[in-house]
């Protein structure tokens, strides 16, 4: 039987900072599953700033862009409806980096995992046990690789990557200097995110401003630095850095809605004489790495030792809303949308 689904598309690519004006909803018709298959109900989708990248049609990148004719795809936690595959049963909860922004999607069970609402609430497998909290794991122990006693300074640190960048590199005995664009996401940093210093970067309006404040939070410099944000970041980033620093380039979300290329920091010359290495990463560089991070994040999130924080949007209507978000600050942790009513 065919069955009719609400879908997100994107009607038009945004110019700049996209907004609300550039989504809309409509019904699609979702095909019966077919061997291999399943039919799944959304319950859980998750907008991400790598999203932005998918919008610009011009642009070659490791993904292609979305379609003005199909339905926006994305990360989501949906129940199996109906099951073509060995290993599903319906009622099973499965998460997949497509199916998102869709209420229904016919999707094949290949790259679908199983999860257990019994060790994490179902949205976290979007966000601290899902692909954000494999690329903070990934990029602090494969490119940073942390060391006790040296310092980490953490871009985006209220974010769903960078909140779990700093709970992990301050488990691992390092001075942990996050920055975020509120005080009220600063506060959370130093109470329960894993912070030492959390430095509001609104309040500095400038690299040099940035370095200054940078430079009093560190004494010894850098010697990790996890990018999530780039521009003045990575400049007064770059300005401290220690010798022998490593930064494990993450995203650089303050350049994403730019219509020219925004020139490069002036100071990359620090990086000769202190032999910094910087190693650009896409998490699915390190997918083979991920039952090392489950075995190590997933009981440190049962156990409440991993503090995440979450901001729930409700409906698929809201998906367009939660993903201009993200470039206004206005998620606190992962921004996740509540599709499906009985989201757990
Ligand atoms: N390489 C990979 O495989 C990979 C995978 C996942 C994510 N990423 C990248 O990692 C970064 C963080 O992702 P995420 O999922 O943690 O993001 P997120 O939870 O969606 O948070 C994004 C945060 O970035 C901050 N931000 C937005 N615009 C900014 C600007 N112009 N200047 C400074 N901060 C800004 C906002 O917080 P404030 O309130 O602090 O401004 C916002 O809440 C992004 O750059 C993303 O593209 C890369």
């Not at 129940?79 to 319906?90: H, K, L, M, T, W």
């Not at 390092?174 to 995110?193: F, N, P, Q, T």
């Not at 470039?327 to 949308?337: D, L, Q, W, Y």
Request: aromatic share 8%.
């Amino acid at each position: 039987m065919t069955r009719k689904s609400k879908a997100m598309y994107l009607t038009s690519y945004p110019a700049g900072l996209p907004s609300g004006d550039n989504f809309a909803v409509r019904e699609v018709e979702v095909p019966a599953p077919g061997a291999g298959e399943l039919l799944l109900r959304t319950v859980w989708m998750s907008v991400d700033p790598y999203m932005r990248g998918r919008m610009r049609p011009d642009v070659k990148s490791y993904i292609p862009p979305f379609s003005l004719e199909e339905p926006l795809d994305g990360g989501a936690v949906s129940q199996v409806i109906e099951s073509n595959a060995e290993g599903f049963e319906p009622g099973d909860y499965v998460v997949g980096f497509s199916g998102g922004w869709k209420e229904y999607h016919t999707s094949p069970a290949e790259g679908m995992t199983k999860v257990d609402p019994s060790i994490a609430p179902l949205s976290a497998y979007l966000g601290v046990l899902g692909m954000p909290g494999m690329t903070a794991w990934s990029g602090l122990t494969q490119i940073i690789n942390p060391k006790e006693g040296e310092t980490l300074f953490v871009s985006g640190a209220a974010g769903a990557v960078g909140s779990l960048v700093c709970q992990l590199g301050k488990a691992r005995g390092m001075r942990v200097i996050g920055s975020a664009g509120s005080d009220e996401k600063c506060a959370w940093l130093e109470s329960e995110g894993g912070c030492d210093v959390a430095i509001n970067y609104k309040n500095y309006p400038s690299s040099g401003e940035l370095t200054k404040a940078l430079a009093e939070a560190a004494p010894k410099g850098v010697d990790g630095y996890f990018e999530n944000v780039g521009g003045d970041h990575l400049e007064a980033a770059l300005n401290v850095i220690a010798f022998g620093g490593r930064m494990a380039l993450c995203g650089m979300i303050a350049l994403y809605n730019n219509t020219e290329l925004a020139p490069g920091p002036g100071n990359l010359v620090n990086m000769i004489g202190r032999g910094v290495m910087a190693q650009g990463f896409i998490v699915s560089n390190y997918m083979h790495l991920t039952p090392q991070f489950i075995a190590e994040v997933g009981p440190l999130v049962a156990s409440g030792q991993v503090k995440f924080r979450e901001t729930t949007y409700d409906g698929l209507d809201k998906a367009g809303d939660a993903f201009v978000g993200l470039f206004h600050g206005e998620n606190f942790g992962k921004a996740v949308i509540r599709v499906g009513p009985d989201a757990l």
